[in-house]
């Protein structure tokens, strides 16, 4: 039996018991402890408009391959564009567009900002009330933290394997203050894949996702949960933060991804002083049984540190990949990526990166440049 297959799901999982799930631990949640929970908006002015703005230039060369076909480059823009708009203290409405290519790179091909396009990855109206967050409409349930919290330019690039995004449904937020274990924020979601016109992209078209493309989580039903656990200040060392979670993806429709999903993740992260020296490190181990749908079972390790040295900073990730292939060789994939950097005038960073990437037992050298701002505007400010 494999790791995964302690977990594993044959059966099918009615949607109706996945919404009693949500509706249970999100109530257990919201009830163990009534008199910890913070709030969230209360002290904030509102009405509001808060923005945040995230823009990337920079590019990426695959100077050395053993397959001729990945010695490409690419140089292009990443944007990211997210607004909330808060009516009052408990309601608001919150959107996310993204621009950047849309469309893989062809193999031998030097591309320069080519196939860009803008789509919409969140799209949702949101709850508060005394630590406790509803999410409605379209969204990224939580799974994970190293597709996000990797150091170095290309240290998220295998743990975005299994990043959930441009999902709809229903997610529910409980945060406790103060506990033995730290401050917690629990989430439970259920959802499935957007297939409706939301995930349409312009200027460049990325093609229109429907139900028939199939895979685990592509339902129409809300019969897909992730259930995530969040701390920090574990057992009252503020250095320590910590992430558990569990996700369920249904089969599709097709008889190409004939099975359903099932994945647990466990992270820790946080900060090491040695001296005047502040490192920040990352740990993360994830397994999923019948990946989007397939006979094929995976599983990712990833390990991160970075620190700073004034304007500099120094970063440095591996990941492991192993991939169990049910009809084939199995995978053993390996990423291993540093990078370097300084902060610039007016807000402005610049980093430089290299990679080894060890893909279905071929080996490819990459190095990269970034240059990236971050803006935040709030009309209560």
Not at 9 to 27: H, Y
Not at 95 to 123: C, M, N, Q, S
Not at 351 to 366: A, I, P, Q
Request: net charge negative.
């Amino acid at each position: 039996m494999t790791i995964t297959g302690i977990f594993s799901c044959r059966e099918k999982v009615p949607s109706n018991s996945l919404f009693n799930i949500f509706f249970a631990s999100t109530a257990i949640a919201f009830f163990l402890c009534p008199t910890q929970r913070a709030a969230l908006a209360e002290d904030l002015n509102h009405p509001r408009i808060e923005v945040d703005l995230g823009v990337e230039a920079g590019g990426d060369y695959t100077f050395r391959s053993e397959d001729s076909a990945a010695e490409v480059s690419d140089v292009y823009p990443t944007i990211n564009l997210g607004i909330g708009l808060h009516a009052n203290q408990y309601f608001s409405l919150h959107g996310a567009f993204v621009l950047e290519p849309v469309i893989d790179i062809e193999p031998r091909t030097h591309r320069y900002f080519k196939h860009l396009g803008v789509y919409l990855e969140e799209a949702n109206v949101q709850f508060y009330s005394n630590g406790f967050r509803l999410t409605a409409g379209k969204f990224n349930p939580s799974f994970g933290m190293a597709w996000e919290r990797a150091p170095s330019i290309y240290g998220a690039d295998f743990a975005k394997d299994y990043q959930l995004t441009e999902q709809i449904g229903l997610a529910g937020e409980i945060t406790l203050q103060r506990n033995p274990f730290g401050k917690m924020a629990f989430t439970t979601a259920i959802f499935f894949d957007d297939t409706t016109d939301l995930n349409r992209s312009f200027i460049t078209k990325r093609g229109h996702a429907t139900l028939f493309n199939g895979g685990a989580g592509n339902t129409e039903k809300l019969n897909n949960i992730s259930l995530t656990l969040d701390g920090e200040a574990f057992l009252g060392m503020d250095n320590l933060n910590y992430h558990l979670g569990y996700r369920f993806r249904s089969k599709g429709e097709t008889s190409q991804y004939p099975h359903d999903e099932n994945g647990l993740v466990a992270g820790l992260y946080g900060m090491l002083k040695l001296d005047d020296r502040e490192i920040e490190w990352i740990g993360e181990f994830t397994t999923i049984n019948n990946v989007s749908g397939s006979s094929n079972n995976a599983y990712w390790f990833t390990l991160g540190a970075s620190t700073q040295y004034g304007v500099y900073n120094v970063a440095a990730s591996y990941t492991g990949r192993w991939i169990d292939v049910e009809s084939g060789r199995d995978l053993n994939d390996t990423l291993l990526s540093f990078s370097a950097g300084r902060e610039l005038d007016r807000g402005w960073s610049a980093d430089l990166g290299y990679k080894y990437e060890r893909l279905s037992y071929t080996n490819n050298h990459t190095i990269g440049l970034r240059f990236s701002k971050s803006l935040e505007y709030n009309s209560a400010e």
